[in-house]
């Protein structure tokens, strides 16, 4: 599989800050990408996704970056809430010849929040 | 609107053995892929099926079998179990058929433990 991985894997904040986690992807004709929020004992959850023809996508409180040139992505989370603390992970997603669509994964970042 | 839903949460097996676990789409999807997560890692793609066939699949031995119904419930079967398979197995539905660029959604898994 492609190789997707983060910079960082734990992130501390403290409460009602910003948090932005990052996440870089090796392979350059990736067109989809997915972040995903995994809370102890949980499968992961769906955030929000971004399509490579876009640079910023915008959702409740979060927001992702793409940058194509660099294979970058980043997840932003605007006044991080205790409920925010999970392990967050980015996705590429690889449509094959197949018609199947496979996902990539890095190792995570574990985020917490201090109240 | 039900989710993705597994079955059983939590299995306890012994070396050698068999297992099959279980899965649900969410409402309205066609498509189910399966992974494999390991702990402290993200997880790992087995194989997707879709229109009851297995559609692409990733690096795991001829061990790791599944099957999807008419109704797009799936299993995945484990023979011969090892002491490695002990993982969280997470079964994620999607719409197929052509649509790329469509999140997965996933259930909250399976905790397998081989003893």
């Known amino acids: 599989g492609e190789n997707v991985g983060l910079h960082l894997p734990t992130l501390s904040v403290q409460e009602g800050d910003n948090s932005i986690i990052n996440c870089a992807y090796s392979?350059?004709?990736?067109?989809?990408f997915i972040w995903y929020k995994q809370e102890s004992g949980k499968g992961p959850q769906f955030i929000i996704d971004?399509?490579?023809?876009?640079d910023k996508r915008q959702g409740q409180r979060v927001t992702v970056l793409l940058n194509k040139t660099v294979k970058h992505l980043s997840l932003q989370i605007a006044a991080t809430q205790p409920g925010d603390s999970a392990v967050y992970f980015c996705?590429?997603?690889?449509?094959?010849?197949?018609?199947?669509?496979?996902?990539?994964f890095g190792t995570g970042t574990r985020l917490t929040v201090i109240p | 609107d039900a989710g993705v839903t597994q079955s059983p949460t939590h299995l306890i097996k012994t070396r050698g053995q068999q297992v099959t676990l279980r899965c649900s789409p969410k409402s309205g999807h066609d498509t189910v892929s399966w992974y494999q997560q390991a702990l402290g890692q993200g997880p790992q793609f087995i194989f997707q099926y879709y229109e009851e066939e297995e559609r692409q699949r990733g690096n795991f031995p001829d061990r790791f079998s599944g099957h999807q119904f008419p109704n797009y419930s799936s299993e995945l079967n484990v023979n011969a179990l090892l002491l490695g398979d002990s993982a969280l197995y997470l079964c994620?539905?999607?719409?197929?058929?052509?649509?790329?660029?469509?999140?997965?959604?996933f259930g909250d898994g399976t905790r397998l433990s081989i003893l």
């Open positions: 996705a590429e997603n690889i449509f094959t010849q197949t018609g199947a669509n496979n996902l990539f």
């Open positions: 392979n350059s004709a990736s067109d989809y």
């Open positions: 971004i399509r490579s023809n876009m």
């Open positions: 994620a539905s999607s719409l197929g058929g052509g649509h790329p660029n469509q999140p997965q959604h």
